[in-house]
Each structure stands twice: as C-alpha cells, then as structure tokens.
C-alpha cells in the first residue's frame, strides 16, 4: 500500500513563507490529480489547492494569489508554496492524490491522504 510522506511545516510569522512538499512511498498506477486540504480545530476539512494531470490549478478563494500548487509528474510529487503566510491559515495541512491502481486487470480508484503536517502563522 502506497503511502503519502508530507515535510515542510513548521512555524512562521505572519507575512512569512513556507513550502510543503508530498511523495508516494511508491509508484502509483496513474493519477487523476494531486492536491492540498487542511483542517483547523474545530473546522471540516477544506480544499486549498488541487492541480490535475493536465495541469490546471484550483485554489480556494482564501489562498489564491498567495499559494501556488507544483507537480513533478515523472517523481509523481506535488508540492504548496505559501507565502504572505496569515494566522488564518494556521491549520493541519494534508495532501491528496486521486488516482488509478491495477486490481488483477481492472483500475480502481484511490484516494491516497498524508498524515498531515502542521502549519501555525503567528500574528
């Protein structure tokens, strides 16, 4: 079973930057897309940004302009840059990869989640 290994959280003032990162511990069959969730205390899990095999980019409305979402198809990485970092954004950050694996000759859809790294913007 593949799993997702996310770096790249930490603590940072608000104004600041950081940058996280996500690989599978494996390869993946193929995938459909790749994106970023967070989650705060006390809040449901929310979308930040999603990038599509084909490249095109979805971000939520708080993030964009200030986030940008990168994948390394061949590495099958993706990849958050945060800058203009905010104490709004402090959060629990998850990726996500929607993809397709192999069951005997048939593909199944898969959801792969990380454990999650935590993000806190001091004001």
Same mark, same amino acid.
């Given at each position: 079973?593949? *799993?997702?290994?996310?770096?790249? @959280?930490?603590?940072?003032?608000? $104004? @600041? +930057?950081?940058?996280?990162?996500?690989?599978? +511990?494996?390869? /993946?069959?193929? /995938?459909?897309?790749? $994106?970023? =969730?967070?989650? #705060?205390?006390?809040?449901?899990?929310?979308?930040?940004?999603?990038?599509?095999?084909?490249?095109?980019?979805? =971000?939520?409305?708080?993030?964009? @302009?200030?986030?940008? /979402? +990168?994948?390394?198809?061949?590495?099958?990485?993706?990849?958050? *840059?945060?800058? $203009?970092?905010?104490?709004?954004?402090? #959060?629990?950050? =998850?990726?996500?990869?929607? #993809?397709?694996?192999?069951? $005997?000759?048939?593909?199944?859809?898969?959801? =792969?989640?990380?454990?999650?790294?935590?993000?806190?913007? +001091?004001?």
């Amino acid at each position: 079973q593949v *799993q997702l290994v996310e770096s790249g @959280g930490g603590s940072v003032q608000s $104004g @600041g +930057s950081l940058r996280l990162s996500c690989a599978p +511990s494996g390869r /993946i069959f193929s /995938i459909n897309s790749m $994106g970023w =969730y967070r989650q #705060a205390p006390g809040d449901p899990r929310e979308l930040v940004a999603s990038i599509g095999s084909d490249g095109t980019t979805t =971000y939520a409305d708080s993030v964009r @302009g200030r986030f940008t /979402i +990168s994948q390394d198809k061949v590495k099958q990485t993706v990849a958050l *840059q945060m800058n $203009g970092l905010k104490p709004e954004d402090t #959060a629990v950050y =998850y990726c996500n990869v929607d #993809a397709e694996e192999m069951t $005997g000759w048939r593909p199944t859809r898969v959801y =792969y989640w990380g454990q999650g790294t935590q993000v806190t913007v +001091s004001a």
